[in-house]
Structures are given as C-alpha cells and as structure tokens.
C-alpha cells in the first residue's frame, strides 16, 4: 500500500497549492479518503474528507470556504485545493484513506493508510 503526496511547497499568504495524494494497493474507490495535517508542536488534525459511496464533502472549520477536495477513482487520486492561503495553514499535510463507515471515526483519525506527507509553508 502506498499514498504518494505531492504539490507541497512555499507559498505567500493568500496564495494557493494544490496538493495530490496517488493510492496504490488497495480499493481506492471503496475507501473514505482524506487530508489531514501537523504543526510544529501540535497535534495531528483533521482537514478534509471525501466520502467514497455518497461522494459527500467534509472541512475542518478552519479551511471551510477556502479549500477543496476531490477525488478521481479512475485515476486513484484525491486532491486538495487550497485557496487564500494563511500562515496558520502551514503544517505537514498527510493523505489518509479508511475504509470504515462514520465520518466520526476518520476525523478522529482512524485511519487505515496514511501517507508519508507533504510540507506546505506559508510566508506572511
């Protein structure tokens, strides 16, 4: 099993990125699959979720409004657009796929695959 994250980088606030995670070696279109990310000295948080049957949408507060997820089974790919970019958006953002049902269970990070990460840096 493997997520592959790209499109991280150093941004100015207010800017966009737009990240991708490819899967590999599992169902990707059965699985509920999503972004998490940390801060320096902060715990792990949920960002965004795309649900894997309904296709229904989930944000953290914090980026509502500003990013987007979206995903192509066809092609094992979610991504996530990040639009009006703030210096509190940088972080380490992690792909995340779950195979289990509550919307509940994946923001609290239960999680089946996570992947390796994707350095976002916003300057102010």
């Known amino acids: 099993v493997q997520l592959q994250a790209s499109g991280g980088g150093l941004v100015q606030a207010g800017e966009s990125l737009r990240l991708s995670c490819t899967a590999s070696g599992f169902d990707f279109s059965r699985y509920n699959m999503g972004w998490f990310r940390q801060a320096p000295g902060k715990e792990r948080e949920f960002v965004a979720s795309?649900?894997?049957?309904?296709?229904?949408?989930y944000y953290a507060d914090s980026v509502k409004g500003r990013f987007t997820i979206s995903r192509d089974n066809a092609k094992n790919t979610v991504t996530l657009q990040m639009n009006s970019l703030k210096p509190e958006d940088m972080a380490r953002y992690f792909c995340a796929a779950s195979s289990l049902s509550t919307q509940v269970a994946f923001e609290r990070g239960t999680i089946d695959y996570w992947g390796k990460g994707t350095q976002v840096t916003v300057s102010s």
């Open positions: 795309i649900r894997w049957n309904t296709g229904n949408r």
